[in-house]
């Protein structure tokens, strides 16, 4: 039996049955009731009261709330503990984000990178433009990584000659120079232009891949920055490198728990089960009355009694 702190005067009043502390036992009347009746017992005393009625409160989900305590934390705890890892899962879809997310503190760094890793790319991608761009990824990015960029047949080649449009001349010549020779150093930036879009596919994509890794970074960044759609053309293991790396750990949760519930509720399904029972212990007391009440009716009348 679930020792619970049970409001003992608001159930007496409400069966009009005056609890007594001292009492064991029940009367000779009580007992020619039967299995009709249920003795509810708590350190503050217990009454005797009528089953069917008793079944019939325990679908009052606000009148239960009031009963069994459930604004204490620690009477919720107390209950949540004697359920089953499937039925807890049942109460992790009803916690907010910010309450899922305190269940995210229990994860390692590398935990925490898996779980965001393995998030859809568009979730993922939200979560990185919170703190940073892609300036902030490049870094951790390597050239092979930067190399499969420019091989997507997603990039669009007036993106690129629109990003080289808006390069400074100085480093437009430099990269122009070190690809096509000494001729091109002192020709004008449209000529430059009129030499990337002249290219035929084969040769554009050598051009590409033939940029120094520094001229990569920033063709990427300033590619992305003119279509952001572009991130998502990137895997989630580089995404998520400078969340990861630039952040705390408790901004890293802060960051995470902008995600709706959807995502998170999986993520703190996978915390063992008295690490799950914590996080649900968060749950609205009123929600977790009616989920008693509609699911958990035997649970109740265990709680309140051995009848």
């Known amino acids: 039996m679930i020792d619970l702190s049970i409001d003992m005067s608001y159930l007496s009043r409400f069966f009009g049955v005056i609890p007594t502390v001292s009492q064991v036992g029940i009367s000779d009347a009580q007992r020619a009731q039967g299995d009709e009746a249920i003795t509810i017992k708590t350190k503050d005393g217990q009454i005797t009261v009528n089953k069917e009625i008793l079944q019939k409160l325990i679908q009052d989900p606000e009148k239960m709330a009031k009963i069994l305590k459930l604004a204490d934390p620690e009477n919720r705890y107390l209950i949540i503990r004697e359920l ?26 590398d935990g925490l990178s898996n779980l965001m890793t393995a998030l859809p790319r568009e979730e993922l991608v939200n979560l990185l433009l919170i703190h940073f761009t892609m300036d902030d990824v490049v870094p951790f990015m390597q050239e092979n990584e930067m190399d499969r960029f420019f091989e997507n047949p997603n990039l669009d080649k007036n993106d690129v000659l629109e990003y080289f449009q808006g390069l400074e001349y100085q480093k437009f010549q430099a990269l122009m120079v070190n690809q096509f020779g000494p001729e091109y150093k002192n020709k004008t930036s449209k000529e430059y232009l009129e030499k990337i879009n002249s290219m035929e596919n084969k040769e554009y994509k050598r051009f590409l891949s033939n940029m120094r890794q520094h001229e990569k970074g920033e063709a990427i960044s300033g590619l992305c920055a003119i279509n952001p759609d572009y991130y998502l ?14 952040l705390e ?9 902008n995600l709706d519930p959807e995502f998170l509720v999986p993520m703190i399904n996978e915390l063992p089960k008295d690490l799950m029972q ?30």
Not at 84 to 91: I, P, Q, T, V, Y
Not at 92 to 108: C, E, K, R, V, Y
Not at 287 to 297: M, R, Y
């Open 84 to 109: 089953n890892e499937e039925d807890l899962s049942k109460l992790i879809p009803f916690l907010n984000s910010q309450q899922l997310a305190i269940g995210l503190q229990f994860f390692t760094l």
């Open 233 to 246: 053309e990137f895997e989630n293991s580089i995404l998520v490198r400078p969340i990861i790396n630039k």
């Open 249 to 257: 750990t408790s901004d890293i949760i802060k960051t995470m728990s």
């Open 278 to 307: 914590i996080v649900a212990t968060q749950i609205d007391p009123t929600e977790f009355s009616k989920i008693l009440s509609s699911e958990f009716p035997e649970l109740i009348v265990e709680m309140l009694g051995n009848g």
